[in-house]
RNA sequence: GCGCGGUUAGCUCAGUUGGUAGAGCAACCCGUUUACACCGGGUAGGUCACAGGUUCGAGUCCUGUAUCGCGCACCA
């Protein structure tokens, strides 16, 4: 009677109104007759479909009630072992000034998969929630609010009221992002939650900051630097894109007496040119070296030195590179060698500093305005459209300015004695540096990569480190704990007492902090228990496009701060792209939210959509329609679990042995249980997850079910109870197996089995 | 330029130490008889990019080519 209706209930005067539409063809009758549920055994929540919208938010407070995210609690409770192996992760945290997108809700699914298998195993679990500031992106994006509503700058606000309105900016956004993460069912530990920006890890960055400096790791040098003249800051190498641009090669003579033609795409950076460089071996030239040439250029007296030096090549353009030290790196270095003067014409706005016609002009009209003059000049010999691949802002877009500036820097290659190491390769009160650590930390006994390609793309990233520039020109973030007096320079977690100092305005490039995040979080510099206990953390788990930035910067900072690897296994995951493989984005309008998609079909379907067909490293798709199709599979699950609960009411005698062939089919489940903690050993979540899926629907439904249907109806005492016995087996082991993935519908499956005084699903024991 | 990946069914991808090519979605056909139509049963669909090599045997190992993509560096 029941198959073929949808279910409407009402629930009127007490009694519960059930109206039936019985699907018939194309023609739907209605019948309405009362039914009383509450006599029955049966629960009634499985008379309806699988409705994940009631149910998440009630699961997920039963859980943060229960404690059962806290490692401690699991100890008081007897969940866990006192003495049991640790599984730590830090969550990546997620930018404050978003809301959750697809990639967040990825790395959300697969960590919290990785967790809820590591806690049910009986290991003593930690997974640390937190969210970041993300310094220069929410400064820009409160900054360009402000801009819009109130037509003001930063610089009419000054820095404390940006401060306080980021502030507030933060305070609202940082409970959605939680709430997020809340209804993505992720078992994070509330209690242990931080912010980049807390006093806590505020006091951390700045004592990391005063002990490098005090190591002589950290050092303030004049340098060049990447200069983003749309944001006015320095960015590091790291935050560079570089884009294909169409421009011209000119090829010209500084005068007419000078002996040798350059090349350049960037005429107007020559008034700050200092010397000619050419190869040493380039019979060409050799006989023009050492001497020096004085010449009026453009209205600019500049005076040019023909250098040797071997970073010439001697096959490009003429064979003679025009040195620009102050605005180019690879000239700065040129200038290091053959100690030059290294005069500025580009100021911080990429405006001309130099006399005469150029004065003042920007940098594309300087360009026109020095090729007119070579032109008029008669000096121009060659000009060619060329491919050049242009150097512009990640988060401005605007196009780089190496400039000379006064930064502070961190030296990667200076060696310091390391009190303390459990880095291979590395003893206690070995002479060593940054780099070295950074290329030793990867490896046996160290950190190991689940992709290997990334672990090849890490060492030559930590090969090609070079001195890295942590001071930004902003006002949000960790203020650099420097002041200055004078002549004099203090560094220190707390100012200065006396009077007349004054601070550092700069602050933190954020990936100086983010750096510590592993150990921060745990209470250092505090030697906290967690501290001792967590760390090294078991995994680290992110996108793959943060491998440089912050993997490297993990590294390089626990190997100095504590001697030891951040985490013992780097997972990475790709980039969540839609159906047809298409990145998202804006523009496409393909966005898929996951929090929208939740509402229609549910968080396990979101989840398991995500991780199925993902394997590590490798971009993966996600669609509506692969959504939809997980949300079928809870409602299959759910309908197998009302199958077996009603199939199984009548069970009295679990004394029974099991017949051969449920024997056969309790050893088959074993296989699939070894099957899938092989692929959790080697975190082929994906993997796991597929054998699980496979055997619940087309074994387990479609054939043992099948099968059972036959042998419940029929005469055989010893055989029906033995099958009844198997069912109730598959079906608790099937959830156990399922709940890293699907926890919501599994634990509410589990509630309602009638096992009131068993543990939660997501504490019992793992099957082995 | 240097380094690293991918190329397997119409689409998206698995394929773990070499041993008869797999899944999901889509397509097509059939199914109103009690777990589920948010379902079941079935059908069709592949020179595993190409060329060569190792091997009794290659999607899997080696060499080369094509092509798409990623990372790093940048030529002034």
């Known amino acids: ?34 039914y009383s549920c509450y006599d029955t055994e049966m629960k009634e929540i499985f008379l309806s479909p699988y ?25 008081e409770k007897g969940v866990t072992n006192a003495d049991a192996e640790a599984f730590s992760i830090v969550l990546p945290p997620p930018n404050v000034t978003g809301t959750l997108h697809m990639g967040s809700a990825l790395m959300l699914a697969i960590e919290d998969t990785l967790v809820r298998h590591a806690r049910m195993q009986g290991k003593k679990t930690l997974w640390i929630p937190g969210t970041d500031s993300a310094a220069i992106a929410t400064q820009a994006r409160v900054e360009k609010d402000i801009q819009k509503a ?73 340098r060049i630097v990447n200069w983003d003249p749309k ?15 169409k421009s011209f090669l000119y090829t010209f003579k500084y005068s007419k007496d000078f002996p040798i033609s350059i090349s350049t795409t960037r005429p107007e950076t020559k008034v700050g040119d200092t010397a000619v460089a050419v190869h040493p071996d380039d019979t060409r030239y050799q006989a023009f070296v050492g001497k020096e040439y004085s010449i009026n250029f453009c209205d ?45 014409v580009i100021n911080e706005y990429a405006k001309m500093m130099a006399p005469g016609r150029l004065s003042g002009l920007k940098t594309t009209e300087a360009r026109d305005e020095v090729v007119k003059w070579l032109r008029e000049n008669d000096l121009l010999e060659k000009e060619e459209e060329v491919t050049q691949n242009i150097a512009t802002a990640e988060r401005t877009g605007g196009i780089v300015e190496p400039l000379p500036k006064l930064q502070w820097w961190i030296d990667v290659e200076k060696e310091f004695t390391i009190p303390h190491s459990n880095i291979p390769n590395i003893k206690s009160g070995d002479r060593t540096s940054l780099k070295k650590i950074m290329e030793n930390s990867v490896g046996e006994n160290g950190v190991s990569f689940v992709t290997e390609r990334f672990e090849k793309q890490y060492m030559h990233w930590a090969k090609n480190l070079r001195p890295w520039c942590i001071s930004r020109q902003i006002w949000f973030g960790h203020r650099i704990p420097v002041w200055y007096k004078e002549e004099e320079i203090y560094c220190g977690v707390n100012p200065p007492t006396e009077t007349g100092w004054t601070q550092d305005s700069d602050v933190l490039d954020t990936w100086f902090s983010s750096g510590l995040w592993t150990f921060t979080t745990l209470g250092w510099p505090e030697k906290t228990k967690d501290l001792e206990t967590y760390h090294p953390t078991t995994i680290i788990e992110s996108g793959y496009d943060i491998l440089p930035f912050w993997i490297a910067r993990m590294i390089l900072m626990s190997g100095f701060f ?41 968080m396990d379907a979101v989840r398991v959509s995500l991780i199925v067909g993902m394997s590590p490293g490798t971009d993966s798709k996600i669609s509506e329609e692969k959504i939809r199709g997980y949300k079928n599979f809870a409602n299959k699950l759910w309908n197998i679990a009302r199958y077996v609960l009603t199939s199984t009411e009548n069970l009295t005698d679990d004394t029974v042995e099991l017949s051969p062939k449920d024997m056969e089919i309790k050893n088959e489940l074993d296989a699939v249980i070894t099957d899938v903690n092989r692929h959790f050993e080697t975190y082929r979540i994906d993997m ?5 899926y496979q055997y619940i629907w087309h074994r387990f439904a479609d054939e043992i079910i099948e099968e059972s249907k036959v042998i419940l109806i029929g005469t055989d005492e010893a055989l029906k109870v033995s099958r009844q016995k198997v069912l109730i087996h598959i079906l608790e082991t099937s959830l156990k197996l399922l709940h890293p993935f699907m926890p919501f519908v599994t634990e509410e499956i589990w509630l309602n089995l009638n096992k009131k005084n068993d543990r939660m699903l997501m504490v019992t024991k793992w099957p082995q």
């Open 562 to 602: 504590l001697g030891e690897v951040p985490f013992k296994t780097v997972y990475l995951h790709g980039l969540v792209r839609d159906g047809q493989g298409r990145k998202i984005s804006k523009s496409l309008g393909n966005n898929i939210d996951p929090v929208d998609m939740a509402e229609k079909y549910g």
């Open 300 to 344: 600019s007296e500049i005076k040019i030195k023909i250098i040797a030096d071997e970073s010439v090549e001697k096959e490009f353009g003429t064979g003679a590179l025009g040195v620009t030290p102050a605005h180019s790196q690879i000239d700065w270095e040129i200038a290091d060698r053959h100690n030059l003067e290294r005069p500025q």
């Open 150 to 222: 109130e037509k003001k700058s930063r610089h009419d606000l000054g820095r404390e009221e940006l401060q306080k309105r980021i502030d507030i900016f933060i305070e609202q956004n940082k409970s959605t992002m939680i709430n997020q993460m809340r209804a993505m069912g992720s078992s994070l530990d509330w209690s242990r939650y931080a912010y980049t920006m807390d006093e806590k890890r505020y006091t951390a960055v700045m004592e990391a900051f005063v002990k490098m400096y005090e190591a002589g790791l950290i050092y303030r040098g004049n």
């Open 688 to 692: 796991a997850f597929d054998t699980v």
């Open 231 to 245: 944001g006015q800051t320095t960015i590091s190498d790291d935050e560079i894109v570089h884009e294909e641009r």
């Open 51 to 75: 409705d994940p919208k009631s149910t998440e938010s009630r699961i997920y407070e039963l859980w943060e009630q229960s404690g059962f995210f806290n490692p401690d609690v699991c100890i």
């Open 1 to 34: 009677m029941l198959k073929n209706m949808i279910i409407l209930e009402l629930d009127y005067k007490g009694q519960i109104f059930v109206l039936y539409k019985i699907i018939h063809k194309r023609h739907a009758v209605l019948l309405f007759f009362s």
